[in-house]
Nanobody
Framework: EVQLVESGGGMVQPGRSLRLSCAAS????????MSWVRQAPGKGPEWISH????????VYADSVKGRFTISRDNAKNTLYLQMNSLKPEDTALYYC????????????????WGQGTQVTVSS
């Protein structure tokens, strides 16, 4: 059974940090590019970051560039998202997803999704 299980979310004050993890099982994690996608209340999904399966090259949305860092540990089948300098507008449900092909901005481009972990940034 394929599983992506996110963890590490919570409620933090603006300016603080969180580290999200995504544990993968049931498929060959190292063969997939991976992304983080978030969805704020009342809004559509927003792709925020992507990491290559081979050279671990990374890409970020402008909204998180310079504050968030995506990484992966293929030996542990785990994806990470280090989030620094959090802002209230970062409040969302954060999903990890295994990329298949096509446009990374489209939710149709992913084979597998986690259930999400909630991040709330509020003073």
């Amino acid at each position: 059974e394929v599983q992506l299980v996110e963890s590490g979310g919570g409620m933090v004050q603006p300016g603080r940090s969180l580290r999200l993890s995504c544990a993968a099982s049931g498929f060959t994690f190292s063969l997939y590019d991976m992304s983080w996608v978030r969805q704020a209340p009342g809004k559509g999904p927003e792709w925020i970051s992507h990491i290559n399966r081979g050279d671990s090259s990374t890409v970020y949305a402008d909204s998180v560039k310079g504050r968030f860092t995506i990484s992966r540990d293929n030996a542990k089948n785990t994806l990470y998202l280090q989030m620094n300098s959090l802002k209230p507008e970062d409040t969302a449900l954060y999903y990890c997803a295994a990329y298949a092909s096509g446009n990374v901005y489209s939710t149709n481009s992913y084979d597998y999704w986690g259930q999400g972990t909630q991040v709330t940034v509020s003073s």
